[in-house]
Structures are given as structure tokens and as C-alpha cells.
């Protein structure tokens, strides 16, 4: 039977389009379980997929999204039967495996994790990959300790960002959120959030290797100048969990803070986090995220919103979390 999938197709000049099309069964690709997806989410890397690639998508047409909630139809598999919830994130589904933009998803049963009790499959993708991954930052600063004061969160209204500064307000920490939109300073203060950093403060290069020790963590989803200069601010043995790129790869930075502060840059990867990690994240946000906090991040969307949606998170203009209702 038909269903609908958002198609991103690319011309002989290269250039890409995305449309929602009907398309059979017969054309997913061969995996193991076969995904009814209820949900989908808007990540960074969607953006990318959906428009001009990024390098990330191998072969087209390509069906983007890097992440999906929905229920099992069929499954080669032991672990999992039809009737069962399930969520995917990372594997690189939705970049060189067809994602969950779309009513129907095949992929490996290896790359499911069973949906956790306490959540449903909208909330799972209110959170998605972006809130995962700010799961995985968090878990990552309290194994190396986080320190007495304010934590700081870069990219606060963003996807990692918003996710990460409401749980670990819920965990009792005081969030300093970075954002460059003022105008999201009452819903990031609604998020937990006590302190609200203007972006202008932190992107300006690094001129001091060490500048006074504020930081007692930090979640990055930005990179590039503002990681070098927080990199500087951390107190002393203070962790930063470095996740993402939104301000750029590079990271002009010292060594000092790390020799002289004894800091550490913690790497965040959420696509091939081994699955007992993955459970450990999910179970951690079913109890640490109130489930209030993260409907007000939330912007519901349809598959053929997608498009713009791609676009305006690539510009850094997407507030909280998208949760695509593919039906
Ligand atoms: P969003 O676009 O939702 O959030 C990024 C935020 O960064 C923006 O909302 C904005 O926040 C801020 N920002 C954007 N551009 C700039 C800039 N030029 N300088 C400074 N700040 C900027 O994306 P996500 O939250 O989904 O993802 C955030 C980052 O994390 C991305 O780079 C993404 O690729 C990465 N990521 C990495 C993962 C991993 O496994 N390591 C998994 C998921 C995401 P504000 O408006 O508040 O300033």
C-alpha cells in the first residue's frame, strides 16, 4: 500500500528538491524490522539533509530524517514483534540509510532502542536526537563531576541546548544559557535557566588564554570561538561536554586552560553510542526531563512543513524542538 515520504531528489546540475511524495512499500530499503513512524523530529543535521546534503546523504532520491518514534508492522528479528514501540536515533538512518521522514521506515533491529516506559512516541520525538544527545553531554559532565556553580549552556535555544538546560535545572544545577536571540530569555528562564549569557559576550576570539574561573560545566552545541573562549571561563577541573558546530568547526583555542585548570573537553557522539548507553540515556530522560518543561519546547510540524523547516534550522532559526507528525 502507498504511503507518504518526504523525497529529496537532486538534478544533473546537483542541485537538490524535497516534495512529499506517495510511494510502495517495495522501494524502503532491506532491513530486518519494518517501522510504522508515528514521529519525527527537525535536527541540524536534517537541515542539511533535506537541502543541499552536507556530504552526509550517499545516494538520491533520499528520504531524510535522522530520527523517528513509531510502533513495529513486521520484524525478521527476536528482539522486537509488530505491536512494539520503538525509537531510532544516530546509525547514520536518514544520511546513507532512508530516515523517518515518512510513514513507513525499514531498518536494522540493532539500531532500535524499545521505547522507554514513561514516555510516548511524541514525547520521545520532543526529544529526538538533539535532547539524547544533551542527555548523553549531561551524563558525561556528572561522570567527570561537576563543580559547585553556574553550569553554561551554549545554543540554549536550540534543540541540545533547551533539552539539556531544562534537565539540568531538574537536576538542581544553575543554567547560564548563551543565545543570540534575547528574545528567548523568558522561555529560557521558563526552562530553568537563571542567567541569560548574550552570544556577543563569548564569540569575539580568544585574547586571554585564561579568563576568571566561572563555569562549573558546560553543555556546547556551538563550537568554534565561543568553545575556545569558555574553554578559558571553566573553574578549576570543570568539564566542558563539547557537541556541536553551530558556530563553526574550528577551535582556535590554547592548551592552558587544560595544563594550568586541569579542564576537560569531553567528546559527544550520539550515532554510534553502544546500546547500553543508549538505554541508560533514554531511562535518564523518562526521570529527568519533566515532561511539562519539554511541551513547551515544542513546534508541531507536518512531512511538507519540512522543507522550510530544513532551511530555518540551518540558519540557526528553529526555538526548541520540532516534532514532525509524519501521518
Ligand atoms: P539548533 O539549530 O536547534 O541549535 C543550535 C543553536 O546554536 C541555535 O539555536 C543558536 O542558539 C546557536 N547558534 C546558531 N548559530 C550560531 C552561531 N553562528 N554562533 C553561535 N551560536 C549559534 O540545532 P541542534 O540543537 O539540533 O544541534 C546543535 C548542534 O549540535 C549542531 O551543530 C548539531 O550538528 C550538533 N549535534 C551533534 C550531535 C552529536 O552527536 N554530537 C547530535 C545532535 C546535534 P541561540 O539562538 O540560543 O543562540
Redesign the pocket.
Known sequence: MAFNALIVEKDDAGKTSAAVQQIELDRLPEADVTVAVEYSTV???DGLCIGPGGGLVRNYPHVPGIDFAGTVEASDDDRYKPGDKVVLTGWRVGEAHWGGYAQKARVKADWLVPLPDGLDTRQAMAVG??GF?AMLAVMALEDHGIKDGPVLVT???????SVATAILANLGHEVAG????PE?ADYLKSLGATQIVP?EEL?ETVKRPLESETWAGCVD??GGA?LARVLGQMKYGASVAA?????GAALPATVVPFLLRGVNLLG????MQPYENRLRAWERIAKDLPMDKLEAMVQPATLSDLPKLGAD?LQ?Q?KGRVVVDVN
Open positions: 535536527n541540524y543535521k536526537t538533539a544527545t545554543g540554549a535555544a536550540g534543540g541540545v541546548g548563551v543565545t543570540g536571540r528567548t552570544r564569540n552545541a556551538v565561543m557537541v556541536g558546530l553551530a558556530g559527544i557522539d550520539s550515532v534550522i540557526g528553529v
